[in-house]
């Protein structure tokens, strides 16, 4: 369900939204790293919260990262020196809405799930038909 502003434009994302999203992905649990919010497939790290829960790094292709953070450097920027070896990005929540949130939460996560289980949960969330309303047996006269 996308959150709307009182503008009627997505809502900025937020620790909430990527809790609500990332609890739901097959595999992943959420763990507090020394007072940092992290969510993990197995060990791997895929989603992790800066202390303020103002930015938020993801898994993200190094090879990529660059062509990124030079595509909107207001929103995107470098991870550490010390992540700067992994396949790291960082974001800032509140540069992004809730559709953006969600793009990248999906793609962290189908880095480090294997291939068919990212296949299998985006194939039964598309193939499910929308829930249609209710209808009430036709009254007898």
Known sequence: MRRMSSTGHPSTASIEGVRELALRLPRTHEALVRDRVKFRVGRIVYLAFSRDERLMGFAFP???????????????????????????????????????????????????VPKRVAEAHLRERSVRPPALPRRRAPRRA
Do not use: C, G, H, T
């Open 62 to 112: 190094k090879e990529e990262r660059e062509a990124l953070i030079a595509s909107d450097p207001d929103k995107f920027m470098m991870p550490s020196r010390s992540d700067l070896r992994y396949n790291w990005a960082v974001v800032r929540l509140n540069a992004i809405d809730d559709v953006e949130m969600r793009e990248i939460v999906l793609d962290a996560w189908r880095m480090v």
